[in-house]
């Protein structure tokens, strides 16, 4: 009695279908680790202790707020009209700091970055660095354009305190002399006594209560 012979409905070598590789997937992983290396780059160095205009500017572009860090930048020099020579002096600072920002934005925003090799995409975060510690020592040079501009500005009002000063005094003088010359530094000396009783009652009274 002959055995029965068994069939196979499927091939029994035939391998199981492979799970499609979703490479778009992969490469936007990649690029995301990419930009967090970058982003913890920069943040390292803002550093602390940095004057308000960069710590808040550098911060923007570390998080890819370009357009805004640009607009804070210029705001921030327009507000300063209470110095006018200030303006004046950054605004080669200024054009080159947007430049910078405008630089830092390509070169991480560089097309199919995710593509490239190892060594160039190093390149270009190196690039990315070096441009951002840029902006840094630029930013703090309109730091100290505008701490100068103030520093003359109280100077100026010093100078004209004591010009002021000076021609009461020269006044004063005058008066005193054609007083005396009048025969009246008698009267002068009443005046300028009870002027001093009066300043000494208000300081006594101000110390005092």
């Not at 006018?84 to 950054?90: E, G, K, N, S």
């Not at 097309?111 to 690039?127: D, G, I, M, N, T």
């Given at each position: 009695m002959g055995q029965a012979i068994k069939t196979f409905d499927e091939d029994p070598f035939e391998q199981s279908?492979?799970?499609?590789?979703?490479?778009?997937?992969?490469?936007?992983?990649?690029?995301?680790?990419?930009e967090l290396r970058i982003r913890k780059e920069l943040n390292r160095q803002i550093g602390p202790h940095l004057?308000?205009?960069?710590?808040?500017i550098l911060q923007l572009v570390a998080n890819n707020e370009y357009d805004s860090a640009v607009d804070e930048l210029q705001l921030y020099v327009d507000h300063k009209t209470k110095y006018?020579?200030?303006?004046?002096?950054?605004e080669t600072y200024v054009r080159h700091c947007k430049n910078l920002i405008?630089?830092?934005?390509?070169?991480?925003?560089?097309?199919?970055?995710?593509?490239?090799?190892?060594?160039?995409?190093?390149?270009?975060?190196?690039?990315?660095?070096?441009?951002f510690e840029e902006l840094k020592h630029y930013l703090?040079?309109?730091?100290?354009?505008e701490r100068e501009v103030k520093l003359d500005d109280m100077r100026s009002t010093v100078w004209v305190l004591k010009?002021?000063?000076?021609?009461?005094?020269a006044l004063f003088a005058l008066?005193?002399?054609?007083?005396?010359?009048?025969?009246?530094?008698?009267?002068?000396f009443v005046a300028f006594h009870s002027l001093v009783d009066l300043l000494t009652g208000v300081v006594s009274s101000a110390l005092f209560g």
């Open positions: 279908p492979v799970p499609a590789v979703d490479y778009q997937a992969l490469e936007t992983d990649k690029a995301h680790e990419i004057g308000e205009l960069r710590q808040g006018p020579l200030f303006q004046q002096r950054v405008y630089a830092i934005q390509a070169k991480r925003n560089f097309p199919s970055s995710v593509v490239l090799s190892y060594a160039r995409q190093q390149e270009l975060s190196e690039k990315v660095r070096e441009h703090k040079k309109i730091e100290r354009v010009t002021l000063t000076y021609c009461l005094f008066g005193f002399f054609l007083d005396l010359k009048a025969g009246m530094a008698n009267s002068f």
